[in-house]
């Protein structure tokens, strides 16, 4: 049986060609207004910001520190969330367990959760007066307000981003393989370096890459659980925000910055990934 899609995407002859016309037409004019609500704001962004103004603002001390303070922090987040996100990845893909849904909803809450109530949530957790507060002042640690905040809040935003993927990728894995690689000897750091990680790894770069993306955008969490301190907690997020009131070229700086780095992102795991 031919789908649609198939027979769209086949080459076409004839009465073929003009009905495909037929069907092609309507569908982009309905498209068009979705399309253009999708693109006009990207366009006003990158013709609001000069190539010479953007370069001008990067050589401003604050703006240096926030891009370093960013991509350090959600790199961090990112390699945490490949640490600790990949054997609860491993376990969700092929253990069955009571209450697995609920920990698969645990899992995706971050993704849906007001940013604000994320905030809160950490703040409540990890802040002086939190449910390890005590504990952590005992140990002399201060968490809420450092860069550790930082990396805290877009670890708990971005990671879910990283174990669904990596769900995806072990859950892809044929049992079969598994079990000749043990039976030939390999033992656990063996079997994940040589068998599940180079099976698995375009959906693990993926959720890397988008793990990566989405900390980089982190704000409603961050500036309520680390505050917006200049060379300590404020992210290109943070200081977008207060740039709006201080120096709008400033902000739009910092906003073709992650819309640069937000499309590369997507372009890496819709090209380069898939391809591989």
Do not use: C
């Amino acid at each position: 049986m031919t789908t649609l899609s198939d027979w769209l995407a086949a080459p076409a002859r004839g009465d073929d060609l003009a009905a495909r016309r037929a069907v092609h037409a309507p569908l982009w004019l309905a498209a068009v207004p979705f399309l253009l609500f999708i693109t006009l704001p990207v366009a006003a962004l990158l013709l609001s910001t000069s190539p010479g103004g953007a370069w001008e603002n990067l050589q401003r001390p604050d703006v240096a520190l926030a891009v370093r303070l960013s991509i350090g922090t959600s790199l961090t987040a990112t390699l945490l969330s490949i640490a600790f996100g990949t054997p609860v990845a491993m376990l969700m893909a092929w253990r069955t367990f009571p209450l697995k849904r609920v920990l698969d909803t645990f899992i995706d809450l971050p993704t849906v959760l007001p940013p604000a109530v994320a905030g809160v949530a950490l703040l409540l957790a990890f802040g002086r007066r939190g449910l390890l507060g005590s504990t952590l002042d005992t140990l002399g640690i201060d968490i809420a307000f450092t860069t550790a905040a930082v990396i805290i809040a877009q670890t708990f935003i971005a990671s879910p981003f990283y174990v669904k993927s990596a769900i995806v990728g072990f859950a892809s894995i044929e049992r079969e393989m598994l079990e000749a690689a043990a039976l030939d000897g390999a033992d656990r750091w063996q079997l994940f370096r040589f068998v599940l990680a180079p099976l698995a790894w375009t959906a693990l770069a993926g959720g890397a890459v988008l793990t990566f993306a989405r900390a980089l955008g982190e704000f409603g969490a961050t500036i309520i659980f680390a505050g917006n301190f200049p060379g300590r907690t404020q992210t290109m997020p943070l200081a977008i925000y207060l740039g709006f009131e201080l120096h709008l070229d400033v902000a739009l700086t910092l906003s073709l910055i992650l819309v640069s780095f937000a499309f590369a992102a997507l372009i890496i795991i819709k090209t380069f990934l898939r391809q591989s």
